[in-house]
């Protein structure tokens, strides 16, 4: 079945440094989501991708999808206490279009 | 607009028994989720609904697993009998529209012992 993998798994950062996390999919995508779940909390949506490319920014953060609709990836620029959290990608794709959350990626920023 | 309400938030049970979770959707949304989070890992889907209708539910453990959604609103999710592996979190998600943004309820932490 389909898989998704991200990387790395945990990340330790100084604030006021910048943060990259790769997605990784074994299937072409329809479409890739990145939610973030706090410490305790439930994943929140932070932003979907459809176009092969496609290039999105919220603030410090930027979304990249791949040309080949495979890879993607979040990089946070000047990272704050406030990123904290757990950054998962969700691949739509695969048999019956389902989607399938990677592994997420652990950020600690350490003030 | 309330968002997707779960219950019981904790519950700890001795493996073999049973358990439910109770999960309502944001209104008006047609898809509902069900996820399982086991601690350090990604959320796992277990069942989509389209309505009240089954859409996929090809990781959903059907020998102890069940789930339904009655009038295409309310859900649950039951687990009889329960293992030790089953131990995680289950989310419930919801969705206006099949695979946009989903809405996370807050989850019910299940301990199994």
């Known amino acids: 079945g389909q898989q998704v993998m991200q990387i790395p798994q945990y990340q330790h950062v100084q604030e006021g440094e910048d943060f990259t996390t790769y997605c990784n999919s074994s299937?072409?995508?329809?479409?890739i989501q990145w939610y973030k779940q706090r410490p305790g909390g439930h994943p929140v949506f932070l932003i979907q991708l459809v176009k092969s490319g496609e290039v999105k920014k919220q603030k410090r953060l930027t979304f990249q999808f791949g040309e080949a609709k495979k890879n993607s990836s979040l990089h946070i620029t000047a990272t704050q206490t406030t990123d904290v959290g757990t950054y998962f990608c969700?691949?739509?794709?695969?048999?019956?279009?389902?989607?399938?959350f990677g592994g997420g990626t652990r950020l600690m920023v350490k003030p | 607009e309330a968002g997707v309400a779960q219950s019981p938030r904790y519950k700890i049970i001795e493996k073999r028994q049973s358990v439910a979770f109770w999960c309502n959707p944001i209104?008006?949304?047609?898809?509902l989720y069900w996820y399982q989070q086991i601690l350090g890992q990604g959320p796992k889907l277990l069942i989509q609904?389209?309505?009240?209708?089954?859409?996929?539910d090809s990781q959903l453990p059907k020998d102890r697993f069940s789930a339904e959604r009655l009038k295409g609103v309310d859900s649950t999710l039951k687990i009889q009998p329960a293992k030790l592996e089953d131990s995680a979190v289950y989310l419930c998600?919801?969705?206006?529209?099949?695979?946009?943004?989903?809405?996370f309820g807050q989850g019910t932490r299940l301990t199994v012992v």
């Open positions: 299937t072409t995508l329809s479409n």
């Open positions: 609904f389209q309505n009240n209708g089954v859409v996929d």
């Open positions: 998600a919801s969705s206006p529209v099949r695979n946009t943004e989903a809405f």
């Open positions: 969700a691949g739509l794709g695969g048999a019956g279009n389902m989607l399938t």
């Open positions: 209104s008006g949304h047609a898809t």
